[in-house]
């Protein structure tokens, strides 16, 4: 079992960026994906982007493409959302996951999220 914390999330005009991070604690033993998901007021939870053990393969929300990059340091055990650009429809509770497979469909770890708030 993994524990994951978040950490970065803040306020910040539109236009700005902010990076968040995630670091998996307890056992790494396993090659988990790992995924930022966001869940702004009053909207279900959705992934916007993925990361696969290697770092290989990514996926992102088209919302986000172009603007937000997901990385990680095995190394360092922390997984990283860079968002750039940022706009006021960004604004949502971001959450960091790992699973066995990029897409995400049932993570088996879940962190405690992280508010990102863009004014206008």
């Known amino acids: 079992q993994v524990a994951l914390v978040e950490s970065g999330g803040g306020l910040v005009q539109a236009g700005g960026s902010l990076r968040l991070s995630c670091a998996i604690e307890?056992?790494?033993?396993?090659?988990?994906?790992m995924g930022w998901f966001r869940q702004a007021p009053g909207k279900e939870r959705h992934l916007v982007a993925s990361?696969?053990?290697?770092?290989?393969?990514?996926y992102y929300d088209d919302s986000v493409k172009g603007r937000f990059t997901i990385s990680r340091d095995n190394a360092r055990n922390t997984v990283y959302l860079q968002m750039n650009s940022l706009k006021p429809e960004d604004t949502a509770v971001y959450y960091c996951?790992?699973?066995?497979?990029?897409?995400?469909?049932?993570?088996?770890?879940w962190g405690q999220g992280t508010q990102v708030t863009v004014s206008s």
């Open positions: 990361i696969n053990w290697s770092g290989g393969t990514t």
């Open positions: 307890g056992s790494t033993r396993g090659h988990y994906a």
């Open positions: 996951a790992a699973d066995f497979t990029p897409t995400m469909t049932v993570p088996v770890s």
